[in-house]
Structure formats: structure tokens, C-alpha cells
């Protein structure tokens, strides 16, 4: 049997689309699909605006960008960023990009999450935003956090690019933040092949990212908002912020359509195969596994080593290879196992054990978008032989 990471999330829906957008012969972002597209995502997850790119990456970059342009209280360069020390490495590269300084707080090895309270102790006057991440289908405690943040006025930004569908107190975790990222890659919970949203209800924050989006140009957003009158007739190539190209196609948009559809049952269908993973690793005494908070959208199923058990993992890593279970390091794994951490300016909070344990003792296999008792069960039974 193979045990592959991933599987595809597509029916025949997403093939019509596409041909749909081939007879229109509208590929770029112009088309209708993309405004569409952002519309229901956008309501489908109870904010106002949805903004689609080509990326969760381009999310994230789009999102720290629009907060040095915003024209109150705009970030800075030397701002510090409080983050987890557990994420992808693109939650990271535009806080870098932006000259903040960024300072680590280390992970809970049950929920691989931040607690808040740690979060909230990391925080200083230096403070301006902090940047949560939910990991691999569970939130963090997103009320209390964006209670704090009001509180103190930092903003709030989350990354829930490994997250879509989740909840925490029955709001969708993706909509606490000022801006709130999300990934439509292939193996993402829905998938427009490349693709990435950010959320926010922030009116001025939407038009900065559609112009960072494209060119920095002023054509896609609300009349003359960052105009003054005597510009008006330069409104068609009008540069106003160094932006980017990170465009979706009509393509990709036309496809998420479709998925958005179907992502209430595909969290559904993950949330049991969680049960069954649950109920085949919860006794044992091997393994920590990942500890979800009840509204999940459980993205993958983790598995660290205990210390007792830490030799073994030569063995299992081993057999799974030889009986073609697909298997990854947790996320990203430690930041500070990276050589790319050379070019960041940071500190730790509370140190990096956690993390740095579980890079060293930890991976991941897939969660689908379809029942997979017979794979877990294989794999349940490779383990149990060890
Ligand atoms: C937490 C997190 N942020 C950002 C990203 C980047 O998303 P993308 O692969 O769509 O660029 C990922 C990718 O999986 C991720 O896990």
C-alpha cells in the first residue's frame, strides 16, 4: 500500500470550471471568477473583504506589507513582531523583509501551539504585532489573544494557512486578526493548485492589498482612495506603493469556487479520520500526539517520540520508508534549525526546547480529504511491529 501526504480534493465540478474559463478566454485575474470567488470566501467565513493571490506565502508578504502603508499607527522598521517558534518558513521572510525584529515565543509539545498567556508575557512597550499561527488544524486561543491586542492596540495578524475550516468559541479561526492568511495549495484543505486569501474588515487594509497585489498601482482599488484630486487623470498607471505582481488567474478561482463548496464536508470527512487516528494512538505510551481543540480542522497527524522511546525512531523511520508511508518533518520544524536564520534579527523568549524537540523527535503523515481507515490501520500496524 502506498501512503501518500496528500490526495486530491477535486471532482469533476473543478474540471468544469476550468473549461468554463477556457470558453470564456479570460484567463487573467480580470475575469469574474476571482471577485466571485473572494465574495463567497468572504462570507463563507463572515468577514467583509477577501483579497485572492497566488500564494499563502504572497498572503503573508501582502499582509505585513499593508501594515507599513497604513496611514495610522503604520509599522516600522525595528518594530519588534512577537511569533511562535513553530511555523512555515514564509510566516517568517516578509517580517525579515520589513526590517522588524522578530522574537520568538517557544511551542506547548501537546497542542504544538503558542499558549497566549505566553505570548502575552513576551509582550512589551516594543511590541506592535504579533503574528499568530494555528497549526495544522488548531487554533490557538484567538479570543483572549485579540482581547489583549485591543487592549494594548498591537496588531493582530494570523497566519491560518494550515487551518481553514477550524473554529475556536464558534468563530472561524482566519477572522481575529486585522489581516488573516490562508493557503489554497494542493494539499491544503481546498486546493486551486497555487493559492492563497487574506481576510480582514478593514476597509483601508483591503485597498492596500488589492494594490500591493498588483503593481502598487491604484486601477483595482476604490476611487481615488489613495489619490489626491490632481491625480485623478494618471487613475489608469498610477504607482502609489512599492507592491508586487502576485496575482491569482480566473483559473484558480473558478477552481476554489468549486472547492469552497464542498469544505464544510471535506473538515468533516478530516475530523473523522482524526477520530480513528485518535483512537489507534491515544494509548500509546510511545508517542505524543497533537492534542486538538474540539472545533479542529485537522490538517495532518503528528507523532513525537517520548524520551524513553527516542531510539526508536531510526527503526520507524526506516519501515515507514520501506513500506511507502509518506512521512514530513512537523511544519517547518525548528526556525532555528535553519541556516536561513542567519539573516534575521531576533530573540527568544523562553528559549527553543520545545521546538527543537520536535524537530529532532517529531513527523508528520497525511490527513485526506477522503476516509482512510485502511491507511491508518497499515500504518497503525507497521508501528505496532517495532
Ligand atoms: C503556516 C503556513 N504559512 C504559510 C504557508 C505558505 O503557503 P503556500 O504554500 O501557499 O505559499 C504554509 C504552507 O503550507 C504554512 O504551513
Redesign the pocket.
Known amino acids: 500500500m502506498h501512503y501518500s501526504l496528500v490526495s486530491d480534493s477535486w471532482g469533476k465540478e473543478e474540471v468544469k470550471a476550468i473549461n468554463k474559463v477556457i470558453k470564456s478566454n479570460i484567463y487573467t485575474y480580470k475575469g469574474k471568477y476571482v471577485k466571485e470567488f473572494e465574495n463567497k470566501f468572504a462570507r463563507y467565513f463572515k468577514t467583509k473583504y477577501a483579497v485572492m493571490v497566488n ?6 508578504l501582502l499582509s505585513v506589507a499593508s501594515l507599513f502603508f497604513k496611514k495610522k499607527k503604520p509599522l516600522k522598521k525595528g518594530d519588534e513582531v512577537i511569533v511562535p517558534t513553530l ?2 518558513s ?2 517568517y521572510y516578509p517580517l525579515q523583509q520589513y526590517g522588524l525584529k522578530l522574537k520568538f515565543v517557544d511551542i506547548d509539545m501537546e497542542t504544538l501551539n503558542v499558549s497566549v498567556d505566553d505570548i502575552i508575557q513576551a509582550t512589551t512597550k516594543k511590541t506592535k504585532l504579533i503574528v499568530a ?1 494555528n ?1 495544522l488544524g488548531n487554533p490557538i486561543e484567538l479570543s483572549k489573544l485579540r482581547l489583549f491586542c485591543q487592549k494594548r492596540k498591537i496588531y493582530l495578524m494570523e ?1 491560518n ?2 487551518s481553514m475550516g477550524a473554529k475556536t468559541n464558534g468563530r472561524y479561526s482566519g477572522t481575529f486578526g486585522i489581516v488573516n ?1 490562508f ?3 494542493f ?2 484543505h481546498i486546493s486551486t493548485i ?3 486569501l487574506i481576510l480582514t474588515d478593514n476597509f483601508e487594509i483591503y485597498n492596500l492589498l488589492l494594490s500591493l497585489r498588483s503593481h502598487g498601482w491604484t486601477r483595482d482599488i476604490s476611487k481615488n482612495f489613495y489619490l489626491k484630486k490632481d491625480q485623478k487623470k494618471y487613475e489608469n498607471y498610477c504607482f502609489t506603493l512599492p507592491g508586487y505582481n502576485v496575482r491569482p488567474t480566473n483559473l484558480n478561482a473558478a477552481v476554489g469556487i468549486e472547492q469552497l463548496k464542498k469544505l464544510t464536508n471535506l473538515i468533516n470527512i478530516r475530523r473523522q479520520n482524526h477520530k480513528f487516528f485518535f483512537s489507534l494512538f491515544k494509548d500509546d505510551k510511545r508517542f505524543i500526539i497533537q492534542k486538538f481543540n474540539k472545533e479542529h480542522s485537522c490538517f495532518a497527524f503528528t507523532l513525537i517520540f517520548r524520551p524513553k522511546y527516542k531510539y526508536i525512531k531510526k527503526k520507524v523511520f526506516a519501515a515507514l520508508k520501506k513500506n511507502k508511508i509518506e512521512f514530513r518533518l512537523i ?2 520544524g525548528s526556525f532555528f534549525k535553519h541556516p536561513v536564520k542567519k539573516y534575521f534579527d531576533y530573540s527568544k523568549y523562553n528559549g527553543s526546547t520545545m521546538v527543537d524537540y520536535v524537530h529532532e523527535n517529531g513527523f508528520f503523515i497525511g490527513n485526506h480529504p477522503k476516509n482512510i481507515k485502511k491507511e491508518l490501520t497499515f500504518f497503525k500496524n507497521i508501528l505496532q511491529n517495532i
Open positions: 500564494s499563502g506565502s504572497s498572503a503573508n511555523s512555515w514564509t510566516t499561527v497549526i497566519d494557512c494550515e492568511t493557503s489554497t495549495f494539499s491544503h497555487e493559492g492563497g511544519t517547518g
